[in-house]
C-alpha cells in the first residue's frame, strides 16, 4: 500500500494512530465497506428484510392511529410506505450492491444522494421540500440496517478496538450537532476536508481531547476505511499507510506527548497564582451537562460558559422549561456553589437546532442568530429565562446574553428578563432575585462601546472567536480564508483593550471565553493585558495554568504593553515570542 501525506490545519493537539472510519457527509452512522462477491446475495437479502422491517413498523403504527389522530398524520404514514415499494429505494440500491460490491447502508445512501438532487432541481418549494420525506424513509431502513450489522463489519470495528487498532473518523464535514454526538463515541481522533480553527466543530473537537485536523481538502476521497493512519494534530499532518519507520517514531512522540500531559496532572489542585502573588480564575466552558464531570477533573474553579444551544440541538421539538431548568439545575448543584455562567440560546450560523428546517441565509453569521433570533421568539426566550431563574436557587448562576450589538437589545433583554421574574412571582416560584446579568463582547461596535454596556451589566465576557472573525471579515468556518485569521492582530488586541479598560474603569469583572483563553501561547499576554479570568475547555486548564504559574504578572504588564503599541502584526510575532520564551525575559 501506498504512503502518502495530507496537510491541514490542526484543531486539537496530540497525535492518534489508528485505522480510518470513513462516515458519509449526510448520515454519520453509515460507513462504506467492500464486500466480497460471495457475501452479496446475503447482503441484498438483509436490505430487502430491512425494507420489510420498516414496512412492518409502518403499518404498525398506521393501525394503533386513535379514530381522532389527524388525517395528514396517517397521510404521512401513507406517503413513506409508498416510497417504499418504489423501486428507486427498494429495488436500485440491490443493484448498487451488486456492482459495487459494497454494504447496503452506503448503497441506500448513494441512492438517496441522486434522489434528493433530483428533488433540489425542482422549481415549485413544495414538491422540492418532499426531499424530507426520502431522508427520513432511508434514516428508517439505515437504523434497521445498523442494528443488524453484517458479521463482516461487526469483526473489523471489533478489532479496531483492540490494543492501539482504534478508530480515527473521516469525513467531508461535521456539522456541530454531529460532533455533539462524538462525546458518547470511543474515536482516538477525527479528521475532515473542510472546516476552520475556531469553527463550532473545531471547538467541540477540543472539548473531547482528542488530535483533529480540519481543511483537509480531499480526505474523505483519498482515504479508504480501514486504512492505517497517523494524525499529528499539532503539526496538522495526516500519514496514510506509514512505513514501519514512520510508525516507530510517532508511537514515541505519543508517548512523550501522553507524558507531558501525566505531568500536568501534579498541579490539578494547586492555585492559579503568578510568581508574584496574582490570582488569575480558571473557569472551564462546556456543551452538556454531562461536561461537569471533565470540569471537575480539571481543576477548574467555575464554569465560564455554558453554551446551551446543544441541548436545542439534534432533535425537532424545542425543550419544554421543566427539561432546560432540570438541565441547568445538575450542573449549578454539581458545581458545589461555584459559578456558572450560562449563555442564553445562541442558534444561528453553523449551528441549527434541526437541519430538516433551515432557513437559508446567504451570510449566516451576519443573520438572524444568538440574541437576535431570542427578541425575536421571545416566548422561547420567555421559558429559558424563566428555567435559568428557577435553576438559579441551586447554585451560583449567572445569566450571560450573547452576540449584543447595541443598548436597545440589552434593554430588551432586560425588559424581558424582568417579565420572566414577575411570571414567577405569581406562581411562588423559588428564584434568585440578584441572579447577575452580564453579556458578551464579540462584535466590534460592543467592544468600542464597551463602557457604556459594562454600566449596564453586572459582567463582560469577550467572546474571541466571533469578535475575531467580525473584526477581519473573516469566515471563522471557512478553510479557504483560515491563514488569514490571527488572534494578535492589532486592532483585535485593541478592542479586547478597550473592553478590559472599561470593566476596570466601572469595577465590572471582564473575562475571556473564547479559544484565545485556551492557547497558551496567548496567556501571558491575557495576564499581562490585565485579564484576571480565564475560560476555557477543561482540557486546556493545566497547560494555561502552569504558564500562569512560572509568569510575574508585574513584568508581564510591562512587556504586553509593548506588544500593544505595535500596529504591524509582522512586528508583534517576535515580539510575543519574546515574552513566552521566559519568564523573567524583557523586550527590547
Not at 467531508?172 to 475532515?192: G, L, N, R, Y
Not at 506527548?257 to 501525566?262: D, I, Y
Request: proline fraction near 4%.
Amino acid at each position: 500500500m501506498t504512503s502518502f501525506c495530507l496537510h491541514g490545519v490542526g484543531v486539537s493537539s496530540g497525535i492518534a494512530i489508528g485505522h480510518a472510519h470513513l462516515v458519509s457527509n449526510a448520515l454519520l452512522e453509515v460507513v462504506h465497506y467492500p464486500l466480497p462477491a460471495h457475501l452479496i446475495d446475503a447482503e441484498i437479502s438483509r436490505f430487502s428484510d430491512a425494507i420489510a422491517t420498516v414496512k412492518q413498523d409502518l403499518l404498525k403504527i398506521n393501525s394503533s392511529l386513535r379514530k381522532n389522530a389527524p388525517a395528514e398524520l396517517a397521510a404521512f404514514i401513507g406517503t413513506h410506505l409508498m416510497m417504499l415499494e418504489d423501486k428507486s429505494l427498494a429495488e436500485i440500491p440491490k443493484d448498487i450492491i451488486r456492482n459495487e460490491l459494497c454494504n447496503a447502508e452506503w448503497a441506500i445512501k448513494l441512492q438517496m444522494d441522486d434522489i434528493v438532487d433530483q428533488f433540489e432541481q425542482i422549481e415549485d418549494d413544495y414538491l422540492r421540500e418532499r426531499k424530507q420525506d426520502v431522508i427520513q424513509v432511508v434514516e428508517r431502513v439505515i437504523k434497521v440496517l445498523l442494528g443488524h450489522p453484517s458479521q463482516l463489519s461487526t469483526e473489523r470495528q471489533t478489532s479496531a478496538l483492540n490494543e492501539e487498532r482504534k478508530l480515527i473518523l473521516v469525513a467531508h464535514d461535521i456539522s456541530p450537532a454531529d460532533a455533539i454526538q462524538f462525546k458518547h463515541h470511543e474515536f482516538a481522533a477525527f479528521i475532515t476536508d473542510v472546516g476552520g480553527i475556531t469553527s463550532h466543530t473545531a471547538i467541540l473537537a477540543r472539548s473531547l481531547n482528542i488530535p483533529s485536523i480540519v481543511a483537509l481538502q480531499k480526505a474523505r476521497d483519498l482515504i479508504r476505511d480501514g486504512e492505517l493512519i497517523i494524525v499529528d494534530g499539532s503539526q496538522g499532518v495526516v500519514i496514510v499507510n506509514p512505513d514501519i519507520s514512520i510508525l516507530t517514531e510517532y508511537k514515541l512522540r505519543q508517548e512523550q506527548w501522553e507524558l507531558e500531559q501525566q505531568k500536568l496532572q501534579r498541579i490539578k489542585t494547586t492555585k492559579a497564582v503568578t510568581l508574584d502573588g496574582v490570582a488569575v480564575a480558571l473557569f472551564a466552558n462546556i456543551e452538556v451537562p454531562e461536561d461537569v464531570v471533565a470540569v471537575s477533573a480539571s481543576g477548574a474553579t467555575g464554569i465560564g460558559l455554558y453554551r446551551t444551544e446543544f441541548l436545542f440541538m439534534n432533535r425537532r421539538e424545542m425543550p419544554d422549561e421543566e427539561e432546560q431548568f432540570q438541565a441547568y439545575k445538575t450542573v449549578a448543584v454539581a458545581m458545589k456553589g461555584l459559578p456558572v455562567i450560562i449563555r442564553t440560546l445562541d442558534l444561528g450560523a453553523d449551528k441549527q437546532m434541526n437541519p430538516d428546517t433551515v432557513v437559508t441565509c446567504a451570510n449566516p453569521a451576519l443573520g438572524l442568530r444568538a440574541i437576535r433570533y431570542c427578541l425575536s421568539e421571545p416566548q422561547i426566550f420567555h421559558t429559558q429565562l424563566r428555567a435559568l431563574l428557577r435553576a438559579s436557587q441551586f447554585g451560583q448562576i449567572k445569566i450571560l446574553i450573547p452576540m449584543l450589538s447595541n443598548l436597545a437589545e440589552l434593554r430588551q433583554c432586560k425588559l424581558l428578563l424582568e417579565r420572566a421574574k414577575i411570571s414567577l412571582r405569581k406562581q411562588n416560584m423559588a428564584f434568585n432575585e440578584n441572579t447577575p446579568l452580564g453579556g458578551m463582547i464579540e462584535i466590534p461596535a460592543a467592544a468600542i462601546n464597551a463602557e457604556a454596556f459594562a454600566k449596564e451589566l453586572d459582567f463582560l465576557s469577550i467572546g474571541t472567536n466571533d469578535l475575531i472573525q467580525y473584526t477581519l471579515a473573516i469566515d471563522r468556518t471557512d478553510d479557504a480564508v483560515a491563514h488569514l485569521y490571527n488572534p494578535i492582530h492589532p486592532s483585535v488586541l485593541k478592542l479586547i483593550t478597550m473592553t478590559i479598560k472599561a470593566g476596570e474603569k466601572l469595577g465590572k469583572s471582564v473575562s475571556v471565553c473564547g479559544e484565545m483563553a485556551g492557547d497558551i501561547k496567548l496567556t501571558k499576554l491575557l495576564v499581562g493585558m490585565g485579564l484576571r479570568q480565564l475560560s476555557m475547555h477543561p482540557s486546556h486548564i493545566l497547560g494555561v495554568k502552569q504558564q500562569i504559574l512560572r509568569s510575574q504578572a508585574s513584568q508581564l504588564k510591562d512587556q504586553a504593553r509593548k506588544i500593544l503599541t505595535q500596529t504591524d502584526i509582522e512586528k508583534i510575532e517576535p515580539l510575543l515570542a519574546k515574552l513566552n520564551s521566559s519568564p523573567h525575559l524583557k523586550l527590547k
